[in-house]
């Protein structure tokens, strides 16, 4: 398995696709061993691809905490500088994008390497709004957490929608109950340790004072429908960016499966 030692802990990542060198930063309990994930998706036919599992999740280790966000961003610069693997283009997805916010705002030899970068259901945090409390929903049941999910993933899941379309929310509750939990470390209490660990982290993200500093290209893009990271968050982030393009899509925090039409859009944008 391709581990990478860099500051105090080894990092799981992988490397797939051919083109211009595209570095991913997943989200919230991100673990490249669930699938589908973002190696099964249309970016590998276009770029050659880095994502990796950040501390606490997946294959990576998990360190005592607390972490910090300046610890996500330092783990990546640290793991890119690492493998040699020098990006002109950067992605990162909702918690991933407050990662690479702050590896843009705290990195400038990577910041000046990536020109383009896409920016997805994220948020700024602080003035710039911060996204939804998620450590706040650890302590309900898994069917609890599931159904809060699910309402605050897409607006227009409510309890009016659920008892409408039953079978479809039992299904939709099945499968939110289990995100975020590979299979081989169901309810591992380690595993459980490094979402929690992250989380924490995130509820403290705040870049909403250092953005105007950053220069790089920067397409914003988010689902209508997301009461994660809601269109207020994407428009104050669009305030704070320099040089920022924002374009909603149809869906909520997972519009990026929702809508066919958004992936076009991003590659377009990072092929420019």
């Known amino acids: 398995m391709p581990h990478c030692r860099v500051r105090d802990i080894d ?5 797939h696709g051919s083109g211009p060198r595209l570095f991913f930063i997943g989200g919230s309990g991100g673990d490249l061993r669930e699938k589908p994930n973002i190696f099964d998706g249309p970016l590998t036919k276009h770029f050659e691809v880095l994502s990796y599992d950040q501390r606490g999740l997946g294959r990576t280790d998990v360190p005592p905490g607390p972490y910090s966000m300046a610890d996500y961003a330092e ?7 690492a493998l040699d693997f020098n990006p002109r283009l950067l992605m990162g997805v909702s918690f991933g994008g407050m990662v690479a916010q702050e590896l843009l705002c705290r990195v400038p030899d990577i910041s000046d390497i990536a020109h383009r970068v896409v920016m997805a259901c994220t948020s700024a945090g602080g003035r710039a709004g911060a996204s939804y409390p998620l450590h706040e929903l650890a302590s309900l049941s898994d069917r609890d957490r599931a159904i809060r999910m699910i309402e605050i993933s897409d607006t227009r899941c ?3 929608w659920r008892v409408a379309n039953p079978d479809t929310a039992e299904a939709f509750i099945k499968v939110a109950s289990m995100r975020g939990r590979a299979v081989d470390d169901d309810h591992d209490p380690e595993a459980d340790r490094g979402r929690k660990l992250q989380l924490e ?14 220069s790089n290209r920067v397409y914003l893009c988010a689902g209508r429908s997301d009461g994660i990271a809601p269109a207020s968050n994407q428009h104050a982030l669009a305030a704070a960016l320099p040089n920022a393009t924002l374009e909603f899509f149809d869906g909520g925090h997972l ?17 420019e």
């Open 11 to 15: 990092i799981y990542y992988e490397i």
């Open 75 to 81: 783990d990546a610069a640290a793991l890119l500088r």
């Open 158 to 160: 409510d309890e009016a």
């Open 201 to 214: 982290a995130r509820s403290h993200h705040d870049t909403s004072d250092r953005l105007g500093n950053v």
């Open 255 to 271: 519009f990026l499966m929702q809508d066919r039409s958004a992936y076009k859009k991003i590659v377009s944008f990072l092929l």
